[in-house]
């Protein structure tokens, strides 16, 4: 790979000995935020675009971002991808997607627990956020290790980060803004419940190996593994996410924050279902459909 084009701004090296990555897919509505969230902050940040058809690109190298393009082919490729090629010169790698944002709570704890030198991961809360409301509802989520000690699960959708050493959890959210209004949530949704009913029929073997006792990753896996076989299951699912998970304290928001999960998982069971009727795949856009940016780097396939 050759030097990673960065046009005339450069990134100002943060507190942080953290090189962020991201990749984007049309993520000009999320870059600028997402950059000033971390100015100051990083010591580094790349973006792998797959020729996105907005003003994406435009915006990483106005801010110094190192950025190359590469055709998405699923998220845990595209992933390994940026850990095994990207020359992070960080002693710590970050993952981050464009509409999240870190807590001042969390970059603080991040920080400390980096120069405490007691682990090699760092996992935290993600907190949900829908119609820009921020919902009482968190995920556990690893996004932070040692550059070198992380890989990806080979999978389409919904890849997980494994870390070869000690995990351990800082206090501290991250925002997860997911969209900016609700079509755009439903188109995302719509693509992602698609990709995911592929993945099933195409490979039914899940990224983790499920485990009722487990830990968390293993234990949702094995809930994932057995749900289309549980009677009155949307209820239970919409109980589960309003009830359980709380989001009825969200009010009218999270009432529906709940409603909307819901029916993804039954978008993913009906297109499973046409799939074995039909005997078609759904149809779906090539993820960056646009054109290689003559500014940055184009990574091909051999």
């Known amino acids: 790979m050759s030097k990673l084009t960065t046009e005339e701004s450069i990134w100002e090296p943060g507190v942080a000995p953290i090189a962020v990555v991201m990749i984007s897919l049309n993520e000009g509505h999320n870059l600028e935020a997402v ?78 627990s980096i120069e405490s030198g007691s682990c090699d991961g760092i996992e935290f809360d993600r907190r949900w956020c829908l119609m820009s409301t921020p919902l009482p509802i968190h995920d556990r989520v690893l996004r932070v290790w040692r550059t070198g000690l992380c890989t990806f699960s080979e999978v389409s959708v919904n890849e997980h980060p494994m870390v070869n050493g000690k995990v351990k959890f800082v206090s501290g959210d991250m925002d997860h803004l997911d969209s900016p209004d609700l079509d755009h949530w439903i188109q995302k949704q719509n693509k992602y419940s698609s990709a995911e009913a592929i993945a099933s029929f195409s490979a039914p073997e899940l990224s983790v190996k499920p485990s009722l006792l487990g830990n968390s990753l293993e234990r949702r ?82």
């Not at 549980?230 to 239970?236: E, H, I, Q, T």
């Open 35 to 112: 950059l000033a969230n971390l100015k100051g902050w990083a010591q580094e940040v790349f973006l792998i675009d797959s020729f996105s058809q907005d003003n994406t690109v435009d915006i990483a190298l106005r801010h110094g971002v190192q950025v190359v393009q590469r055709r998405f082919e699923g998220f845990g490729d595209q992933w390994n991808f940026a850990l095994k090629k990207l020359p992070i010169t960080a002693q710590w790698t970050m993952k981050i997607d464009p509409d999240e944002r870190l807590s001042q709570e969390l970059k603080n704890n991040i920080v400390s």
């Open 221 to 302: 896996m094995w809930f994932k593994h057995h749900f289309y076989s549980v009677p009155a299951r949307y209820k239970l699912l919409f109980l589960y996410f309003f009830v359980y998970r709380g989001l009825w304290r969200g009010g009218l928001v999270g009432y529906h924050c709940a409603r909307l999960w819901t029916e993804v998982y039954r978008w993913k069971e009906l297109k499973i279902l046409e799939i074995k009727i039909t005997g078609h795949m759904p149809k779906q856009k090539l993820h960056g459909p646009g054109q290689p940016d003559p500014r940055v780097d184009t990574i091909t396939r051999k």
